[in-house]
């Protein structure tokens, strides 16, 4: 059997599983953009500024010599010789650079010419001035030395142009990979949104449009409309078992009306022919009673009396043998209709049962959907991660962009790249906030669901006080049925008790026959006997006016139920 929930955690499963594939695609290109950055920033930018320093320190040391022989000041010997120690480092880190980069054998050339070019300075031009002082000599050495430090302050340019050149094709690389990540990410998301409205469509017209149905058809039970044909649906989960167990409870309440309704007319013939029978049985007793009077003026009137009396009192012997058989079947149809009500109260009983499952069932569902909300959360905090991502992104750009403001001019170009990785960071931002907007949707819509089934769990509760209502109204009835059944076994009791006495009158006219003397007496007994009798009949009569208002009311409560 597949159940709801399996169902609902599939979807989601679908959509955790897009977004995971969304953040982990992000997270992949970030990173790639990221190392591109740090190479270019380690090795372009890096070798870029070690060569322009380095260019920088062998047009001062140019200076510095030339003023330095010029006006044979000391000062500007030490600031040569500082420059000198400068060039030493600045030299490490420039060949450091060269080491990581494309242009290690210019670089290595560069060196070399500035170790030339330093040696010549150091060991002919500089001894020679401190010697012989500013001579043309000396001056002209210099000048022997202007074409080296003008090639290698050439080189140096070329250098710096070539890396720029190369970190111009690096930056171009990076906003073409960031373009491309970017409509990548827009159409993922695009189709990640189009699958989860799917989802969440299908996902509800699975579960609603069924509970719908269901009580739909429970408010028509509950007005009393039992007609109609039997839901249908192929579901096998627990909406296939709400169906079919709403199904089973119309059924069983549609036979209990049916049952109830046809015992109903039974108890109502009955008790109009137990009424006849107590009309008949009155009349008779008031007859006797005449007879009596009519004795007690004559013995021969009497003996005609008496004569007419064992007639009646046949007559009278032939009725209540007469309403001792109807009181037996109406007995029994009174136990038949106590059976037929217990087994409507067992019945309502399981509906009972059945409705508290129900309860029970879309309770369950409610609580599928708010973990639903809290897997939304989780993918929430996902998200979260991603604009993280994108800040830390921002913050390394502007990191970025800081340190080609001081690279000056040369660091220009890395300074767009930078600000375009920032432009990226923040569309990424955007995504995020996109997808934080449609999870909030998708929170928003399970909020709606679990309100739907507080509704559905609402109607059900009202079901099952309007099934409550029914079983209380059949325990009412069987109660009714056993104060009549127990009334037709007094009534039965009664009759046959009527009967012995009618014998025992019969008995008695016969000894009036034999015996005229005592004709008086006799009469007496008889008078007292009607009495007897009459009072007997009508309390027969109102036993079953009684179960004749008991059958009405029965047949009252199954008209309001439409078959």
């Given amino acids: ?71 044979d000041s000391s000062t500007y010997r030490t600031q040569y010789l500082d420059l000198s120690s400068q060039s030493v480092k600045l030299k490490k880190e420039l060949l450091d650079a060269g080491a990581r980069s ?94 989860g409205m799917i989802i969440a469509f299908l996902t509800a017209r699975v579960i609603v449009k069924p509970i719908l149905r269901v009580a739909n058809r429970l408010d028509r039970v509950a007005n009393g409309d039992l007609s109609g044909k039997p839901l249908k ?46 009309e008949q049985s009155s009349n008779a007793t008031e007859q006797i009673a005449a007879s009596s009077e009519q004795m007690a003026s004559g013995a021969e009137a009497q003996l005609n ?22 009181s037996e079947s109406v007995s029994t149809i009174a136990e038949e209709a106590s059976t037929s009500c217990k087994d409507g109260v067992g019945t309502v009983n399981e509906v009972v049962e059945q409705m508290h499952s129900i309860e029970n069932t879309v309770k369950e569902t409610a609580k599928v959907i708010e973990t ?99 079983s209380d109204v059949f325990h009412k009835i069987e109660k009714s049925v056993q104060d009549v059944e127990a009334r037709v076994q007094e009534v039965t009791t009664a009759a046959e008790q009527i009967a012995a006495g009618s014998n025992q009158m019969v008995s008695s006219v016969n000894v009036v026959k034999e015996a005229a003397e005592e004709n008086a007496r006799t009469s007496q007994d008889n008078a007292a006997a009607s009495e007897e009798q009459l009072a007997m009949m009508e309390e027969i009569a109102s036993s079953a006016q009684a179960l004749t208002r008991l059958a009405d009311e029965m047949a009252d409560m199954v008209r309001t139920f439409k078959l």
């Fill in 1 to 71: 059997m597949k159940k709801l929930q399996y169902k609902l955690f599939l979807g989601f499963i679908v959509i955790l599983l897009l977004m995971t594939g969304l953040g982990s695609l992000s997270y992949y290109n970030m990173r790639a953009s990221n190392e591109d950055v740090k190479r270019m920033v380690s090795n372009d930018l890096e070798l870029l500024v070690a060569s322009d320093n380095f260019a920088q320190n062998i047009t001062e040391r140019v200076s510095v010599l030339r003023a330095y022989i010029l006006y």
């Fill in 102 to 195: 494309n242009e290690k054998r210019a670089i290595d050339d560069i060196v070399k010419l500035n170790d030339e070019w330093s040696k010549y300075v150091e060991e002919t031009v500089l001894p020679t001035f401190i010697m012989e002082g500013r001579t043309d000599k000396t001056l002209e050495l210099l000048e022997k030395a202007e074409p080296q430090s003008v090639q290698l302050t050439f080189k140096l340019k070329a250098l710096a142009a070539e890396n720029q050149k190369s970190m111009n094709a690096s930056g171009q690389s990076i906003l073409e990979s960031a373009a491309n990540v970017e409509k990548l990410i827009i159409s993922l998301i695009a189709c990640a949104v189009i699958i």
């Fill in 233 to 278: 649906t192929k579901a096998k989960d627990e909406i296939g078992r709400l169906v079919a167990s709403s199904n089973k409870m119309v059924e069983g309440l549609r036979n209990l009306v049916l049952n109830v309704n046809q015992s109903s007319e039974q108890i109502t013939a009955s008790a109009q022919e137990l009424t006849a029978s107590s």
């Fill in 305 to 326: 009396s008496v004569n007419e009396a064992v007639v009646t009192i046949n007559q009278i012997s032939a009725g209540i043998q007469q309403i001792a058989a109807n």
């Fill in 372 to 470: 639903l909300g809290e897997r939304s959360n989780e993918i929430g905090k996902i998200v979260t991660l991603i604009t993280d991502i994108s800040d830390q992104t921002s913050l390394l750009a502007l990191n970025a962009a800081i340190e080609a403001a001081r690279a000056g001019d040369a660091g220009r170009g890395f300074a767009v790249v930078a600000d375009e990785v920032r432009k990226l960071a923040e569309q990424s931002a955007d995504s995020a906030l996109q997808i934080t907007n449609l999870i909030r949707t998708i929170q928003e819509e399970t909020s709606t669901a679990v309100h739907s089934m507080v509704e559905g769990t609402e109607k059900t509760v009202d079901g099952l006080a309007k099934t409550n209502e029914l």
